[in-house]
């Protein structure tokens, strides 16, 4: 067999090679937690603390993306939140014509009209929902000349 031919890896092959890779994570994580320079790899001819260094900044690049991975996702599902809350609001304002309802659930959300453009509604939600919002855009300039609406 030729070095470029595939090997069967059993799965007992497998499961030692992952608990070879999470021994040698746990102790290049001790001597990292430890703060003393790094000896990991030096008994193979490497170089333990450069073999920290970049472990260490992989370990900082890898935090980074999942944290903006993870605000994503709470953004994405945010958003979708919003996009469902905006229509059941419109629905309730083209079945049951209740704008001051619906004023206060917008309000209560903190959504504004920019926001709401830009999550994806149709037309028809966007008709509906427009009154409410020009409605308390205009009691909110209002409210800052000291006039009542």
Same mark, same amino acid.
């Given at each position: 067999?030729?070095?470029?031919?595939?090997?069967?890896?059993?799965?007992?092959?497998?499961?030692?090679?992952?608990?070879?890779?999470?021994?040698?994570?746990?102790?290049?994580?001790?001597?990292?937690?430890?703060? @003393?320079?790094?000896?990991?790899?030096? %008994? #193979?001819?490497?170089? =333990?603390?450069? +073999?920290?260094?970049?472990?260490?900044? /992989?370990?900082?690049?890898?935090?980074?993306?999942?944290?903006?991975?993870?605000? @994503?996702?709470?953004?994405?599902?945010? %958003? #979708?939140?919003?996009? =469902?809350?905006? +229509?059941?609001?419109?629905?309730?304002? /083209?079945?049951?014509?209740?704008?001051?309802?619906?004023?206060?659930?917008?309000?209560?959300?903190?959504?504004?009209?920019?926001?709401?453009?830009?999550? =994806?509604?149709?037309?028809?939600?966007?008709?509906?929902?427009?009154?409410?919002?020009?409605?308390?855009?205009?009691?909110?300039?209002?409210?800052?000349?000291?006039?009542?609406?």
């Amino acid at each position: 067999m030729s070095d470029r031919e595939l090997v069967e890896v059993t799965q007992a092959d497998w499961d030692a090679v992952q608990a070879f890779h999470r021994d040698m994570v746990d102790k290049l994580l001790a001597d990292i937690a430890s703060g @003393a320079p790094s000896t990991f790899g030096d %008994d #193979a001819g490497h170089d =333990g603390d450069a +073999i920290h260094q970049a472990f260490a900044r /992989h370990r900082i690049a890898s935090e980074a993306a999942r944290e903006a991975e993870v605000k @994503a996702l709470r953004e994405a599902n945010a %958003d #979708a939140f919003n996009h =469902g809350y905006l +229509i059941a609001i419109s629905t309730m304002l /083209h079945q049951h014509d209740e704008p001051v309802v619906a004023e206060d659930a917008l309000r209560d959300s903190g959504l504004t009209w920019g926001k709401v453009k830009k999550l =994806g509604l149709d037309d028809f939600d966007l008709k509906v929902l427009r009154p409410v919002f020009k409605d308390m855009e205009r009691k909110a300039a209002l409210s800052n000349t000291g006039e009542s609406a």
